[in-house]
């Protein structure tokens, strides 16, 4: 700018330009106050998704399994099968998110994403329950596992069952989708 400048868009009343290193360090703060609180409340939530499930998962296990067609074990595959359906729910709208260029809609395709991810840690809380803590296992008795035990003691080599149900279930998506993308590639020449 001509060095008169200034004084005459002052005595207009127009607003005079900060420098940039002044504008810059204002927004730095701002922008830094907002990524606190971002990961303030998301770090919340995340442990409200995490150890909500977890308490519950135990209780699931006393109330449902013994009851669910198959007992423990028709439980574990139950929930080895919905794993990979939560994280296609996880996985199908995040493909969509465009931060650059529609902030609006990727936002609603990463809301569109949240119940699948708590239907994920649901799973896997159920699916950490079955597994035997090493102590008890090491010292022969279980007293202070709590529901771990109580699983592994009533559903041997539970996991497995769980873990097997996991993997034929991507394998049978993956198959699935293999199938559906022939169908439209053939149906679109």
């Given at each position: 700018?001509?060095?008169?400048?200034?004084?005459?868009r002052?005595?207009?009343?127009?607003?005079?330009?900060?420098?940039q290193?002044?504008?810059?360090q204002g927004?730095?703060?701002?922008?830094?106050?907002?990524?606190?609180?971002v990961?303030?409340?998301?770090?919340?939530?995340?442990?409200?998704?995490?150890?909500?499930?977890?308490?519950?998962?135990?209780?699931?296990?006393?109330?449902?399994a013994?009851?669910w067609?198959?007992?423990?074990y028709?439980?574990?595959?139950t929930?080895?099968?919905?794993?990979?359906?939560?994280?296609?729910?996880?996985?199908?709208?995040?493909?969509?998110?465009?931060?650059?260029?529609?902030?609006?809609?990727?936002?609603?395709w990463?809301?569109?994403?949240?119940?699948?991810?708590?239907a994920?840690?649901?799973?896997?809380?159920i699916?950490?329950?079955?597994?035997?803590?090493?102590?008890?296992?090491?010292?022969?008795?279980?007293?202070?596992g709590g529901?771990?035990?109580?699983?592994s003691?009533?559903?041997?080599?539970v996991?497995?069952?769980?873990?097997?149900?996991?993997?034929?279930?991507?394998?049978?998506?993956?198959?699935?989708?293999?199938?559906?993308?022939?169908r439209?590639?053939?149906?679109?020449?």
């Amino acid at each position: 700018m001509r060095p008169g400048r200034s004084a005459a868009r002052a005595s207009k009343g127009q607003r005079q330009r900060q420098p940039q290193s002044q504008r810059a360090q204002g927004s730095r703060w701002g922008k830094a106050g907002f990524a606190c609180l971002v990961l303030l409340i998301g770090g919340v939530a995340a442990a409200g998704l995490v150890l909500g499930p977890y308490a519950w998962a135990g209780e699931m296990w006393r109330d449902l399994a013994p009851g669910w067609p198959g007992e423990g074990y028709g439980f574990a595959v139950t929930a080895g099968l919905l794993l990979p359906v939560a994280g296609a729910l996880v996985a199908l709208p995040l493909r969509y998110i465009n931060w650059k260029q529609d902030k609006p809609r990727s936002a609603g395709w990463a809301a569109a994403a949240l119940p699948g991810i708590g239907a994920c840690v649901l799973i896997l809380s159920i699916a950490m329950h079955t597994i035997r803590p090493k102590g008890s296992s090491r010292s022969g008795y279980c007293h202070s596992g709590g529901e771990y035990c109580w699983v592994s003691l009533n559903y041997p080599y539970v996991w497995v069952v769980g873990l097997g149900a996991t993997v034929l279930g991507v394998v049978a998506g993956g198959w699935l989708y293999g199938v559906y993308r022939r169908r439209v590639a053939s149906g679109n020449e």
